[in-house]
């Protein structure tokens, strides 16, 4: 579970909003939490052992651990996890447009940083060549691979339609 978690979470794709409509995920959280609750509150259990030491403050903190932990930890692995490993399986090669929203700087830990008009491929790093080189309204032609699960980008290239 844990390599599973960390394979996704490590090679993210662009993955499709589409996916979470129903909110499932907020349901399967939800349930996940409250077995876990309920087998803190059970002091037989192999969670609420670690409840009966003698410091109170030992106790706090690791029922927060496991009331905030259990559900950040399961929303990583279903929204980015699982969607990066299913697309790594069965994704195939692609080329998308997309059409320049927004040029901005110093985001998403890079300096050269383009906003899109795509639901999928809200936003990416770009060199700085092409930064310079392109304006708002242009388009951009990303290769990478396709799945229902979402986008994998591997490069950027300048859209030179001849009109």
Do not use: Q
């Amino acid at each position: 579970f844990i390599s599973i978690f960390f394979i996704g979470f490590l090679n993210s794709i662009f993955v499709n909003p589409n996916l979470f409509l129903y909110h499932w995920d907020k349901v399967l959280i939800i349930f996940i939490t409250t077995f876990t609750l309920k087998k803190v509150l059970d002091k037989n259990s192999i969670i609420s052992k670690a409840f009966h030491k003698n410091d109170h403050k030992t106790n706090i903190s690791v029922f927060m651990s496991i009331l905030v932990g259990i559900p950040v930890l399961l929303s990583v692995f279903i929204h980015i996890s699982m969607p990066t490993i299913i697309h790594k399986l069965i994704a195939k090669k692609s080329v998308k447009s997309v059409v320049i929203n927004k040029k901005t700087n110093r985001e998403k830990r890079c300096l050269t940083y383009i906003i899109t008009t795509d639901n999928m491929v809200k936003g990416f790093c770009i060199n700085k060549k092409l930064f310079n080189h392109v304006k708002v309204g242009d388009e951009l032609l990303l290769k990478g691979t396709l799945s229902p699960f979402g986008f994998g980008l591997k490069e950027v290239i300048e859209d030179n339609k001849t009109e």
